[in-house]
């Protein structure tokens, strides 16, 4: 069994990825050689048309795996031989392994979103929550809810033909009668326990929060995705309205654990790497 790996991130806006860091220290505390490398494709100048060469280079140049983000995590679909069901039915894979001579595709994204809700609300998880944002991190968290057993998702897009497509992948795997679209969130909270930010507002750059102030019940729980920074505008306003909160830090590093397991073979310690994660973003 190898000990050594050579990996890396490709994506978009990515230089400030704390994945390498997590990757590298983890395999260190396991007792492997692990180099992660991040292979910026804004900085390089690539596109999705480039992206069957450099998955390519990286085989050849002997990488072992390859984690995929943003705008790639569909543009790497027909690239690969063999997709697991869950990225299949998910329509994006996160985490590539090169295997002997094979590209497999997975997705860590929903179970990382799942296994960090759990970890943080067990209490919850069979609860009816609301999803706001219906593009890939929508979809992975609308998954991973029902993973763990959530009642029912509703899912929210300012784009309602994104909010219908992303519930209709939903119900595929999960039934038609614990996913439903909806355009009114006043409405669609009223009957749900939590509600989740799976859109890009409150990140850098994106100020503002996908919900409003007064639909914040001190009884609902919230979760963000976005995680530059962790104390988006709605982690912050749902904290001073004494909900409970479940910020992006979690899924980033669960994702990370699944997509560490899939490239090693090894188990994480997923403690530890949450450990690492905090001491990462500790202000
Ligand atoms: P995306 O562009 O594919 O989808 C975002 C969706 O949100 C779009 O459908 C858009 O129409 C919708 N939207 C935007 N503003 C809205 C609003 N105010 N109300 C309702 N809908 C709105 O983006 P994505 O890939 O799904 O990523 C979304 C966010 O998730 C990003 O900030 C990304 O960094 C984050 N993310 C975090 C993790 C993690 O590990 N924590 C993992 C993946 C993605």
């Known amino acids: 069994?190898?000990?050594?790996?050579?990996?890396?991130?490709?994506?978009?806006?990515?230089?400030?990825?704390?994945?390498?860091?997590?990757?590298?220290?983890?395999?260190?505390?396991?007792?492997?050689?692990?180099?992660?490398?991040?292979?910026?494709?804004?900085?390089?100048?690539?596109?999705?048309?480039?992206?069957?060469?450099?998955?390519?280079?990286?085989?050849?140049?002997?990488?072992?795996?390859?984690?995929?983000?943003?705008?790639?995590?569909?543009?790497?679909?027909?690239?690969?031989?063999?997709?697991?069901?869950?990225?299949?039915?998910?329509?994006?894979?996160?985490?590539?392994?090169?295997?002997?001579?094979?590209?497999?595709?997975?997705?860590?994204?929903?179970s990382g979103y799942g296994a960090a809700f759990r970890a943080a609300l067990p209490d919850a998880v069979h609860d009816r929550a609301v999803v706001v944002g219906a593009g890939g991190a929508g979809v992975a968290v609308g998954y991973g809810l029902l993973d763990q057993?959530?009642?029912?998702?509703?899912?929210?897009?300012?784009?309602?033909?994104?909010?219908?497509?992303?519930a209709i992948r939903l119900a595929k795997r999960y039934?038609?009668?614990?996913?439903?679209?909806?355009?009114?969130?006043?409405?669609?909270?009223?009957?749900?326990?939590?509600?989740?930010?799976?859109?890009?507002?409150?990140?850098?750059?994106?100020?503002?929060s996908s919900v409003a102030e007064s639909l914040l019940r001190p009884d609902l729980w919230v979760s963000d995705v976005v995680y530059f920074p962790l104390d988006t505008e709605l982690v912050r306003t749902a904290r001073a309205r004494g909900c409970r909160v479940v910020p992006g830090g979690g899924m980033a590093v669960h994702q990370a654990v699944g997509a560490f397991e899939y490239f090693t073979g090894r188990e994480a310690d997923a403690d530890r790497m949450s450990q690492h994660f905090a001491e990462l973003t500790r202000p």
Request: hydrophobic fraction near 40%; charged fraction near 25%.
């Open 1 to 110: 069994m190898s000990t050594s790996f050579v990996l890396g991130l490709v994506g978009e806006g990515i230089s400030a990825s704390l994945t390498p860091a997590m990757q590298e220290r983890e395999g260190r505390e396991s007792g492997l050689q692990v180099s992660y490398r991040i292979i910026d494709a804004g900085r390089l100048g690539l596109g999705a048309d480039d992206l069957p060469a450099l998955l390519d280079w990286a085989e050849r140049l002997g990488f072992d795996g390859l984690n995929v983000t943003h705008p790639f995590k569909q543009a790497v679909l027909p690239l690969l031989d063999d997709l697991s069901d869950d990225a299949a039915d998910l329509g994006a894979v996160n985490t590539v392994v090169f295997q002997d001579g094979r590209r497999l595709g997975r997705n860590t994204d929903w």
């Open 149 to 166: 057993g959530a009642e029912h998702v509703a899912v929210l897009d300012s784009d309602p033909e994104r909010a219908e497509a992303c």
């Open 175 to 208: 039934g038609d009668d614990r996913v439903t679209p909806v355009t009114d969130l006043a409405r669609a909270l009223e009957g749900a326990q939590g509600v989740v930010n799976a859109t890009p507002v409150g990140m850098h750059g994106h100020p503002g």
